[in-house]
């Protein structure tokens, strides 16, 4: 029981709060890459016989019936959030990359992928005590994936990647009381980067 409960739990999505104004209208929405995913509402762990399948599922790639690679670009247009921020227009790489035959069985794969650029203007909204922040918070993520894949069987594939994420974000921001000069001023620029395995 306490096993169904904690496998029931890990499938459940999470979800994190903030209480820093900078972040009121941040989202970090799930970006689809592949043209024909897009086409299915985002379906694909299972049914990409493209070289776009590295991202979901790299077992996928085995069923590759030739070379191939591909190149898009994400286009963010401007807009405003419903707490009046306004969203700069962007253009992202978007995701490039080629997956290849070496033998009957393996298969290799390469992407480039940069899955977020943003630049969120922050306006100087009256919170009830009367003070108001204001500013911009803008964000870059970039990737470097590699993956393989085996054909064990005709009915069994198995698939590994490795990924390499570059995260930038840079902040610019300041806190006005209801009267008086700006109490609190925020500048902020910083990156981390990290390296993940899947299997």
Not at 5 to 14: C, D, Q, S, Y
Not at 61 to 71: D, P, R, V
Not at 86 to 94: D, E, M, P
Not at 97 to 110: D, H, I, M, P, Q
Request: glycine share 10%.
């Amino acid at each position: 029981m306490v096993a169904l409960a904690a496998i029931t739990l890990g499938a459940l999505p999470l979800h994190a709060q903030t209480n820093d104004h900078l972040f009121r209208s941040w989202r970090w929405p799930q970006e689809v890459h592949s043209a024909r995913q897009a086409g299915w509402a985002g379906a694909g762990v299972a049914s990409l016989d493209e070289a776009t399948a590295g991202e979901l599922n790299p077992a996928l790639l085995t069923s590759l019936t030739k070379n191939q690679a591909y190149a898009g670009a994400l286009a963010f247009g401007s807009g405003q959030t419903g707490m009046g921020d306004r969203l700069g227009s962007r253009v992202a790489l978007g995701t490039s990359g080629a997956a290849a035959r070496v033998s009957r069985r393996w298969v290799l794969g390469f992407e480039v992928l940069e899955s977020r650029a943003v630049r969120l203007e922050m306006a100087p909204v009256r919170l009830p005590d009367g003070s108001a922040d204001s500013g911009f918070l803008e964000a870059t993520a970039f990737d470097l994936r590699a993956a393989v894949a085996f054909r064990v069987t005709p009915r069994l594939h198995l698939g590994a990647r490795l990924v390499s994420s570059r995260l930038s974000l840079e902040a610019d921001a300041r806190h006005d009381p209801a009267t008086g000069r700006s109490d609190l001023t925020l500048q902020a620029s910083g990156q981390a980067a990290a390296l993940g395995a899947g299997f």
